[in-house]
């Protein structure tokens, strides 16, 4: 280049301001082209795999509007600090303590490289923590699940904290990343193996929500006569986190009113059946452990009767 000319446009026409305009021009345009595309994609990948809402909108608007209001309800932004309370003992329930602590630290330390390797992982998962939080407030266990790519960047926050830690030990640094690591791995699969436990039990006829089941099935509905026998009340519409699979076209099943805080029992109905919270997975749904209010007949090796 001819320093002579550095700042004339016309000894470099590629690099005129018109020209220049133009390619940005060209650029905004093939980045929104893109966008729009990636957002046509998504919605149609949506309405594929999601066919109901199409079919519904079509015959039954009802049952759309009264899904849409449900979804609604549930992403109530409201208390947020409550929910960020709720987060993290969902986080630490989901992703282990010392893989919380470790990885947060990750997070901090990487925000001051902003590397663009790190950083595309980690804006994403604090957008979804946020997400996290503004709906936290007041959800049961269950809803730790939506944590699991927080929980997973965390993961991976933790692996690389230890194998940059370690190498300051010198010649030890395998030594130390290693055992470090094992414990980490130790602390997760013995806290986890609940869950792996919940989820074979799941796989077979042996677990909470069949034997639930069958139990109901006998004792609500006389097989001779087809009458009904005893009713079963839910305090929550029925779903895999709060109801066995009952055979709802032969039992009476009643949403009742919501009972006073620590009480299960009462309402109108026989039966009341209500999830348990206190099992070593309260964020599963495999091999769930329920309440069930009759006195004299535990139906589970893992049910609690509670008197009316």
Known sequence: PDPAHDHDPDHYPDQSPDHLSIQSERRLTSWFSRTMIGVFVGIAVYLITNPYIVINLLTNREVLASNFGNSLAMYDVSRVAEGFVRVIELTIEGATLPVLILGGLAMLFSMKHRRPIVMALMVPAIVFFLQFVLIGAGKPA???????????????????????????????????????????????????????????????????RMELASSLSSLTRDEKTGRVKQSVGSFAEPGPYCFPPADFARTDVLLLPLPERGRVGGGSAEIVIAPLEISGTPTSWADKFFFDNRKHRPVLRNAIPLGR
Request: charged share 10%; glycine share 16%.
């Open 142 to 208: 269950e809803y730790g699940r939506f944590g699991i790519f927080p929980n997973t960047a965390l993961a991976i926050g933790a692996a690389c904290l230890t194998a940059i830690t370690a190498t300051r030990f010198g010649r030890s640094k395998f030594a130390v990343g290693g055992v470090v690591s094992a414990l980490l791995i130790a602390w997760s699969g013995f806290h986890g193996w609940g869950y792996v436990q919940g989820f074979m039990a799941d796989a077979g006829d042996r677990n909470s």
